[in-house]
C-alpha cells in the first residue's frame, strides 16, 4: 500500500517498513498537520485484478 499527498512531495509505502496500519496513521498525521488531501495505491494489485 503507498499513500501520497496530492499537492505535496509527502509519501509513504508498505515498502518502506511500515505496515498498512503505520502507512494509514502517517497518513492521517499528513493530512491533520497540512490538511493536504492523500490518495492511497494499493500495492501489490489485489490478485483478482492479476488473473482478470
Known amino acids: 500500500m503507498c499513500k501520497y499527498c496530492l499537492e505535496c512531495d509527502w509519501q509513504i509505502s508498505t515498502d518502506d517498513g511500515y505496515t498498512e496500519k503505520e502507512v494509514s496513521e502517517k497518513a492521517i ?17 489485489p490478485a483478482a485484478v492479476l488473473e482478470n
Not at 498525521?29 to 494489485?45: N, Y
Open 29 to 45: 498525521e499528513h493530512f491533520v498537520e497540512t490538511g493536504h488531501t492523500v490518495d492511497s495505491l494499493r500495492l501489490p494489485p
